[in-house]
């Protein structure tokens, strides 16, 4: 599990930077989707580190808040599965 959390991290980062460098050279951009997505399928600390580092999407409320509703999900997912007393252990 926290080998397929760092892949996903390290991913994420990058895809916010190329996305960010995209951005800067006028070229077609990574959809927001897809940057929710891979944030929600664990590569929600690469996301943030790339926000701040970059400085990207960071003014866009929009994005913030979905952003914002992705980690709740993921919070409420975490809780379940921890209080659940069936075994998630996948990895």
Do not use: C, P
Not at 40 to 45: A, P, Q, R
Not at 57 to 70: A, G, P
């Amino acid at each position: 599990m926290i080998y397929f959390l760092v892949v996903s991290n390290i991913l994420t980062f990058i895809v916010f930077g190329v996305d960010k460098w995209y951005a800067k050279k006028n070229k077609r951009r990574v959809s927001e989707l897809f940057l929710l997505s891979l944030t929600f399928l664990g590569g929600t600390l690469g996301a943030l580190l790339a926000m701040m580092i970059f400085r990207h999407k960071k003014s866009k409320k929009s994005f913030i808040l979905k952003l914002l509703i992705v980690i709740f999900i993921q919070l409420i997912i975490f809780g379940i599965m921890k209080n659940s007393k069936i075994n998630f252990n996948i990895f």
